[in-house]
């Protein structure tokens, strides 16, 4: 699955265990960690779920990894 910025992603989970979230940015200037392998950073907000509102960075990978599906907005 693609990653995108504005994209808004899902763990594919139902109920009060659905997280959704979406990418704000992607780039080396999300790194957090200069020793991570994954050269591309992202930073997104959590749109739905226990820490909505929130934002936090990650590697592009581990953020794939999490996604399940994406949220097509109408």
Do not use: H, P
Request: glycine share 12%.
């Amino acid at each position: 699955m693609d990653i995108v910025i504005n994209g808004v992603y899902s763990n594919g989970k139902r109920g009060i265990l659905r997280v959704e979230r979406k990418v704000l940015g992607i780039g080396r200037e999300y790194i957090v960690n200069d020793n991570q392998q994954d050269k591309n950073g992202l930073k997104y907000v959590v749109v739905k779920g226990e820490e909505i509102g929130l934002c936090f960075r990650t590697t592009l990978g581990i953020f794939s990894d999490w996604a399940r599906e994406r949220i097509i907005e109408i």
